[in-house]
């Protein structure tokens, strides 16, 4: 086992893959945003299994994870597990990004540059990346 990788149950497996077919309209929403490497080539996978989590989305090259919090996540015992979710994940190292689901659905771009941000991608990065998505799209159905 490497050490980005955890042993992760069947159980928690099964459960995972049952949540990628019921997404929220917010996930939805912010999966349209970050899949296939459209965030600036960053690299997202969705209701992933981190440990005994199970995370709305990962970046495993950055570390980083974001969870998108419904209305059930605001009252006091809620969010208190949710600090223990976040501190378990951290240990595990990666970082944890919470936004709830109106601030996606309202400005998912402000959501996706603070994403941006924290992943410490600049412009010169962006401009890069389109650089990048060019010239393969200039050598595509070339022998």
Same mark, same amino acid.
């Given at each position: 086992?490497?050490?980005?990788?955890?042993?992760?149950?069947?159980?928690?497996?099964?459960?995972?893959?049952?949540?990628?077919?019921?997404?929220? +309209? *917010?996930?939805? $929403?912010?999966?349209?945003?970050? #899949? %296939?490497?459209?965030?600036? @080539?960053?690299?997202?996978? =969705?209701?992933?299994?981190?440990?005994?989590?199970?995370?709305?989305?990962?970046?495993?090259?950055?570390?980083?994870?974001?969870?998108?919090?419904?209305?059930?996540?605001?009252?006091? +015992? *809620?969010?208190? $597990?949710?600090?223990?979710?976040? #501190? %378990?994940?951290?240990?595990? @190292?990666?970082?944890?990004? =919470?936004?709830?689901?109106?601030?996606?659905?309202?400005?998912?771009?402000?959501?996706?540059?603070?994403?941006?941000?924290?992943?410490?991608?600049?412009?010169?990065?962006?401009?890069?990346?389109?650089?990048?998505?060019?010239?393969?799209?200039?050598?595509?159905?070339?022998?």
């Amino acid at each position: 086992m490497t050490p980005n990788h955890h042993p992760v149950s069947n159980v928690v497996r099964s459960r995972a893959r049952t949540m990628r077919k019921k997404m929220t +309209e *917010a996930e939805l $929403k912010l999966w349209n945003e970050i #899949r %296939a490497h459209r965030l600036m @080539g960053l690299s997202f996978r =969705r209701q992933l299994p981190v440990g005994s989590y199970i995370v709305d989305f990962a970046c495993p090259a950055k570390r980083m994870i974001v969870e998108v919090d419904g209305s059930q996540h605001a009252g006091a +015992e *809620a969010a208190g $597990k949710d600090v223990l979710r976040s #501190r %378990a994940l951290q240990e595990l @190292g990666w970082t944890v990004l =919470r936004f709830w689901n109106d601030d996606v659905l309202r400005d998912v771009d402000n959501v996706c540059l603070h994403v941006v941000t924290v992943a410490g991608l600049t412009a010169a990065d962006a401009a890069r990346q389109g650089r990048q998505a060019g010239s393969a799209t200039a050598t595509e159905g070339r022998p």
